[in-house]
């Protein structure tokens, strides 16, 4: 009954829930999770995983408050439902996410809102608060995997990628900046010299690259295949006794907690640069497709 609670739970925070005329059209995933106009997280329960599915695929899945706001419930029910011992976040369609929809969230960055509202049942899914999951994340890429969405997987505790990943940190070229802990985790992961190739240049990289810069674990040929691997891994960890994995991870993110400041100030330093001219003119460009000429304002 838990189980069903949580799924239940979740999916009403995060305006999951179809009518019944709904569910009977519905699309169905590739891993069988119910589809549906408004559904743009679903929430799957396998045995001692849940399977968290970015689905916005008109959209290449951008997130949105909305979204983001179903992904910090979510993890708040997983980290807090005993049953679970793993959760993997992915992309419906034929990407991951492009990251951050930037139309949707730029009058609140502008304003200085936060990204969801004050709600103690919330855990950030870029992990850039004290408040981290004392359970395992495996994330699954694929596809376009860009800026925010990039970000969201170097929260993780484990990466897999599909072969056809393309990942990008490019906001540098669009009047913005990594602001989602990309400036912290990518240098320490990759490398500085490796991170700060491609975030400052704004060139996207392969799965491959990826793989030799360290900051996934393994490349597998199809997205399907990819999502199959990170569920054998999910489950040789729901296998452990839970508090070990517990206290690994507490000792894990206890040895990083001196980088929890730099990763606060991001949010900041973010929101400020969708306040400039540069920020204006990328967006411009963009719609005009041309180059932008930015002026440092």
Not at 133 to 140: E, M, Q, T, Y
Not at 251 to 264: D, G, N
Request: a negative charge; hydrophobic letters at 40%.
């Amino acid at each position: 009954m838990r189980r069903r609670s949580l799924l239940k739970t979740a999916a009403a925070l995060a305006a999951f829930e179809l009518s019944e005329a709904q569910e009977e059209t519905e699309a169905t995933s590739m891993k069988g999770v119910p589809l549906g106009p408004g559904v743009k997280l679903t929430v799957e329960l396998r045995g001692p995983i849940v399977l968290l599915g970015i689905n916005r695929p008109e959209v290449h899945n951008r997130i949105d408050p909305e979204t983001s706001q179903s992904l910090g419930r979510a993890y708040y029910d997983y980290e807090h439902d005993p049953s679970l011992r793993a959760a993997i976040p992915f992309g419906h369609g034929p990407n991951f996410s492009r990251g951050i929809d930037v139309d949707a969230n730029a009058a609140r960055l502008r304003e200085g809102t936060p990204a969801a509202a004050a709600n103690p049942r919330t855990i950030d899914p870029l992990g850039k608060s004290k408040t981290h999951l004392s359970k395992p994340v495996i994330v699954v890429a694929h596809g376009e995997t860009w800026n925010m969405a990039h970000e969201l997987m170097l929260a993780a505790d484990i990466r897999i990628a599909a072969e056809n990943t393309d990942f990008g940190q490019d906001e540098n070229t669009h009047g913005r900046f990594p602001g989602g802990g990309a400036t912290v985790r990518f240098v320490r992961e990759a490398g500085w010299g490796n991170a700060m190739r491609y975030m400052l240049t704004g060139d996207h990289w392969t799965a491959e690259e990826a793989l030799r810069m360290g900051e996934i674990q393994m490349v597998v040929p199809t997205p399907e295949q990819a999502l199959d691997a990170a569920i054998k891994i999910a489950m040789r960890i729901a296998a452990c006794a839970p508090l070990g994995i517990n206290a690994t991870l507490g000792s894990a993110h206890l040895a990083l907690e001196s980088e929890l400041v730099a990763l606060a100030k991001t949010s900041e330093q973010y929101a400020a640069l969708y306040r400039t001219a540069d920020f204006l003119e990328g967006r411009r460009a963009e719609a005009e497709g041309r180059p932008p000429v930015y002026t440092g304002k």
